[in-house]
């Protein structure tokens, strides 16, 4: 699966950003999806994933406690895109934005960016304070 994520911009403190992950493929379903983020010089963090859909589980996500309550993923699987919607944006949300699928992730692993084979490009938010 190829990933383009896009929606990066400029944006002042306390406002919002909508990133898509959009997927090539016809089985986007089938795959979990996370979002991660990279400050030059520092680690990959995790920012939240969205469980693949299905019965039960599906569509199931998770946070980083940094972003919880402020950031929500959904998925429109007839689109191929999953989005991160970013509201109250603070100046330590600066970052370049990543999106990573995998499949069959068990819970323990979502948060982990070696459990995702498949990554985009990135795309960059600034946060102005």
């Known amino acids: 699966v190829q990933l383009q994520a896009s929606g990066g911009g400029l944006v002042q403190a306390g406002g919002s950003l909508r990133l898509s992950c959009a997927a090539s493929g016809r089985t986007f379903s089938a795959y979990d999806v996370g979002w991660f983020r990279q400050v030059a010089g520092k680690e990959r963090q995790f920012v939240g994933a969205i469980r693949r859909s299905g019965v039960g589980t599906g569509g199931t996500t998770y946070y980083a406690d940094s972003v919880k309550g402020r950031f929500a993923i959904s998925r429109d699987n007839a689109k191929n895109t999953v989005y991160l919607q970013m509201n109250s944006l603070k100046p330590e949300d600066t970052a370049v934005y990543h999106c990573?699928?995998?499949?069959?992730?068990?819970?323990?692993?979502?948060?982990?960016?070696?459990?995702?084979?498949?990554w985009g490009q990135g795309t960059l938010v600034t946060v102005s304070s």
């Open positions: 990573a699928a995998g499949q069959r992730l068990i819970t323990s692993s979502y948060g982990r960016a070696e459990s995702y084979p498949y």
